[in-house]
């Protein structure tokens, strides 16, 4: 798993994603170089450097030190090889290193490179979709625990998921229900089997999204444990008022990654991956329901969610369980179901 994982990292392409993902690489810029009360004169350690991209914008928003990290080989020899040819790099007289290793294994060390035993300031981008799949977060908290400095900066500092109800066309299953005038149904209902095992990764149309979101975690990236990301999460959700009497499908989860006003306090920023914003390339994970429901008024879908580390490393197992309740007891349709993520 962890050669696959390095591996998926040390081609460009999906480094071209991630550059190219504006919302997402705009928000770091934004932290880094316009704020320069946090980052002017500052080490910063950048954990999954991947291209660099991150130590440089710490570099022009005047960082003093700046040490990339990066657990694949490839990746690093190209995120050095950028940073020279920006003139950032140490050996230039910039204040950029880049050290090529898995970050777990740098906190045996005394130091990240000769100098530099705490930084200021940590930043990663570490999120995965439905924020933690494939979490590289409990590597970021280590990086942490080691080398930050207390009372020094996370970027992001916190870590907030959203859960919404979703509409019959949130899951885009319905394509296959009349292609070209023909029935192609077949093809629907084994990719909604599919789907009930693992979820789906996709953008969803804004008017599928049947509900205000709830909030069913919201992490403190300063002070979380690894613990901290197996979670149950109760919500209680109800169609919003222009969606009155629409099935409900799914339900859609997103995040948002707030660069809050805590450490960045010129520019306050955030990451935001919802269906109300432009697409990231993390979009929304759509999770299918047992059974479609319709709420009526004073209705709400109310369960828990859960989050767990699954058998396979890196892979998440994400439950669901819920049920429509009328607000007095009464309640009806209750299903729960289990939707495994994993890497291959
Ligand atoms: C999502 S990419 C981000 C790359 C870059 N920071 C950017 O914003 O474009 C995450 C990077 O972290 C690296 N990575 C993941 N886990 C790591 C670990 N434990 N130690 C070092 N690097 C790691 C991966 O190889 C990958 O290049």
């Known amino acids: 798993v962890e050669k696959a994982y390095f591996g998926s990292y040390s081609t460009f392409g999906i480094h071209r994603e991630m550059l190219a993902d504006r919302v997402r690489t705009e928000a770091y810029r934004v932290a880094l170089e316009e704020n320069p009360s946090l980052i002017r004169g500052a080490t910063v350690l950048d954990v999954g450097c991947g291209t660099g991209v991150l130590s440089m914008f710490a570099a022009r928003g005047g960082a003093g030190r700046v040490v990339g990290v990066d657990g694949s080989k490839e990746i690093a020899a190209f995120a050095q090889r950028n ?12 204040p950029v290193s880049i050290v090529s290793g898995v970050v777990e ?3 045996r060390q005394d130091e990240l490179v000769p100098g530099v035993g705490q930084v200021d300031v940590v930043v990663s981008e570490w999120m995965g979709y439905a924020l933690l799949f494939e979490t590289m977060l409990p590597s970021v908290f280590a990086a942490r625990d080691r080398f930050l400095r207390p009372g020094g900066a996370m ?7 959203y859960l919404a109800l979703g509409g ?13 005038g023909l029935d192609m149904r077949p093809v629907r209902d084994h990719l909604a089997e599919d789907a009930r095992k693992a979820g789906i990764v996709k953008e969803v149309p804004g008017g599928e999204v ?4 709830a909030v069913v975690r919201d992490l403190d990236l300063c002070t ?12 209680a959700l109800r169609t919003r008022g222009d969606c009155a009497g629409r099935e409900v499908h799914s339900l ?11 450490f960045c306090k010129d520019r306050p920023t955030t990451l935001p991956t919802g269906p109300d914003t432009t697409a990231t390339h993390w979009v929304q994970t759509v999770f299918l329901l047992r059974q479609p429901v319709t709420l009526a008024e004073g209705e709400a879908l109310e369960g828990v969610i859960s989050y767990a580390d699954a058998k396979e490393h890196r892979a998440l197992d994400i439950g669901i369980t819920c049920h429509v309740s009328d607000g007095q007891g ?7 179901n289990v939707y495994n993520m994993s890497v291959v």
Do not use: I, K
């Not at 859609?252 to 006003?261: G, I, K, M, N, Q």
């Open 252 to 262: 859609v989860l997103w995040f948002e990654t707030p660069f809050s006003e805590r």
């Open 168 to 180: 019959e066309g949130s899951s885009g299953l319905g394509f296959w229900d009349r292609v070209y």
């Open 105 to 107: 294994d740098l906190c």
């Open 224 to 235: 979380a444990t690894r613990a901290d990301l197996s979670f149950n999460s109760p919500f």
């Open 210 to 213: 049947l509900s205000d979101p």
């Open 330 to 336: 009464g309640q009806r349709c209750a299903q729960s």
């Open 155 to 161: 970027l992001p500092d916190r870590a907030v998921m």
């Open 83 to 94: 940073v020279e040819a920006n003139g950032l790099a140490a050996a230039q007289g910039g």
